[in-house]
């Protein structure tokens, strides 16, 4: 499943959605900052053995992966406002 998250420049939704991966166990499969605004390029995240794709460009950012995941993102992100 892939969705939009935001705009770039959607700063609150960003910081959002950095709360919702936290808060769905979703970790960087790199080491990086993760920190609003988030850093423009493809970002990996792991929940167990899948993989999520972030997509961050000067435009807006995408998140693409497992159904199930994703839409417990977009869930965790929906009760957080």
């Known amino acids: 499943m892939r969705t939009d998250i935001c705009s770039r420049d959607d ?5 959002a959605f950095v709360d919702a991966l936290a808060r769905c166990s979703a970790f960087p499969d790199d080491d990086f900052a993760l920190d609003v605004p988030l850093p ?9 053995t899948d993989v999520l794709t972030v997509l961050v460009d000067a ?5 693409e992966g497992p159904d199930e995941h ?10 957080n406002s």
């Open 59 to 63: 435009w807006s950012i995408d998140l």
């Open 11 to 15: 700063y609150a939704t960003q910081a």
């Open 40 to 48: 423009t390029g493809l970002l990996r995240f792991r929940i167990g």
């Open 70 to 79: 994703v839409q417990r993102i977009i869930a965790a992100m929906e009760s």
